[in-house]
């Protein structure tokens, strides 16, 4: 896939609008980038347990219900994440088809039923009698060549979907250049960055290869700050914007994502 933003020379003007943006987005970070300022969020849930196995499980369900109002988010993470115990890896692991239809039979977040979850929490167990941890999926998929991880991410969701029963595929939708797919991103971000906000339990993905997960917040930010030309936020408005922000940290492309993200939702605090 190409980038959109060809290496070459930067003007004396475009270096130091290049040294602004990047001390505004540190500002933004070091004010936005913390812990209690988390909630309300779905990544609230992920915090909720400590091992690995549990955070990459519970990431992956939050993330898949992560779209609507906040408040219905939460309320469905809460009740599917309930009855899974202290250990929600554990739990999918060892239960039984049987057990995870009747745990979600009355399920439903919005457009998405009971029967779409107990088909991705089935498609979960069936990975992890067959790879142990899901990071396992993903570095299967990962090589070296890639310049992101589009072409992992998309290995991933598909050894995840061929080992599900029939469910609602946009519950986790297959990578294309037309979705920006906001959640997955977001997913990934959760797992392979590490700071007060980003628990990163997946330790082998660079974080260099990851791609802005683009909200409401995040896609008007960005387009003000003239990182795409594009007027809404789809795939190619995701690497267009990515390499914007690789031009300012090369290393962790996405680390400014959630701060961007609260600049928007919890305005009020800059009062």
């Avoid at 913390?34 to 609230?44: G, H, M, N, V």
């Amino acid at each position: 896939m190409p980038n959109t933003i060809k290496n070459r020379p930067l003007s004396k003007r475009k270096i130091e609008a290049k040294n602004h943006l990047f001390e505004e987005l540190e500002e933004l970070y070091t004010r936005f980038n913390r812990f209690e300022l988390i909630k309300p969020d779905p990544l609230q849930y992920v915090w909720d347990y400590s091992a690995k196995e549990d955070q990459e499980v519970v990431g992956l369900l939050m993330s898949s219900l992560a779209y609507g109002n906040v408040k219905q988010i939460l309320t469905s993470g809460q009740k599917l994440l309930k009855p899974l115990g202290k250990s929600p890896a554990h739990f999918i692991k060892e239960a039984s088809e049987p057990e995870i239809y009747a745990l979600t039979k009355n399920f439903k977040h919005r457009w998405h039923t009971g029967h779409d979850l107990s088909g991705l929490i089935i498609g979960i167990k069936n990975c992890q009698h067959q790879y142990g941890f899901l990071e396992n999926i993903f570095l299967k998929e990962l090589k070296n060549e890639h310049a992101h991880v589009l072409p992992a991410l998309s290995g991933f969701v598909k050894t995840i979907v061929e080992n599900a029963p029939a469910f609602r595929k946009n519950l986790l939708p297959f990578p294309n250049l037309k979705s920006a797919c906001k959640r997955l991103m977001m997913y990934l971000r959760w797992m392979v960055r590490k700071d007060a906000v980003d628990p990163g339990p997946w330790n082998q993905v660079p974080a260099s290869l990851l791609l802005m997960p683009l909200d409401t917040h995040s896609f008007r930010f960005c387009r003000f700050k003239k990182m795409t030309k594009l007027n809404q936020a789809n795939m190619q408005s995701v690497l267009d914007i990515t390499e914007a922000f690789k031009q300012i940290n090369p290393a962790d492309p996405v680390k400014y994502d959630f701060a961007i993200s609260r600049l928007g939702i919890r305005r009020k605090l800059l009062n």
